[in-house]
């Protein structure tokens, strides 16, 4: 299980079960759907509950924090922020209803904080598709640089997509101007 991490605005916690429905909400949404690599649309019944259960029994190889903001009186699942330490690759989402709040950016430059400095994580790498400006808008704001363009197929769309990956180092993110977020 990860560590909990806080921020300002929320709580970066471990999935539990009743985060599914809301997760089955933001991800049938083909605006989110459509981002993601590997997530179909429509999203399937009983998929947000199967994934749950494979990351709380160890079974995926990937650690994954529920961004929950009912300590401001928000939702209990915003979007999630995950890590798959192998590949030393960072990926998030955020629900719409949490667009344009800066959700995203509060809660990736936590984690992000948490592998580099905490954890020692050398490099991140966080890849988005060239045509989702708001993700970008996020990596350049926490010191994320450009670092290869490449193409990847993409499930919910049914065709291959032109990806850029983007780095991050502890020194890269201290140079953009931010400072540890998390408790």
Known sequence: ??????????????????????MTLYLSDDRV??????VPFPYPPGAAEA????????????EVWAMDATQ??????????????????LHYWVGPPFWNTGMASEAVEAVAHHLLE???????????????????QVLRKLGF???????AFCVARDQTVAVRDYALTLSALRSAGHSATTA
């Open 33 to 38: 759907a459509k981002m993601l690599a590997l």
């Open 145 to 151: 640089t450009p670092s290869r363009d490449h193409e």
């Open 72 to 89: 401001i009186g928000s939702s209990e699942l915003v979007g999630l922020v995950s890590f798959k330490p192998e590949q030393r690759s």
């Open 51 to 62: 994934y749950i259960e494979k990351i709380l029994a160890g079974q995926h190889p990937t």
């Open 118 to 136: 905490d954890r020692g994580v050398p490099e991140l790498i966080a890849s988005i598709f060239i045509d989702n400006p708001a993700s970008e």
């Open 1 to 22: 299980m990860p560590k909990d991490l806080k921020t300002e605005r929320m709580t970066l916690r471990s999935l539990r079960p009743s985060d599914a429905g809301l």
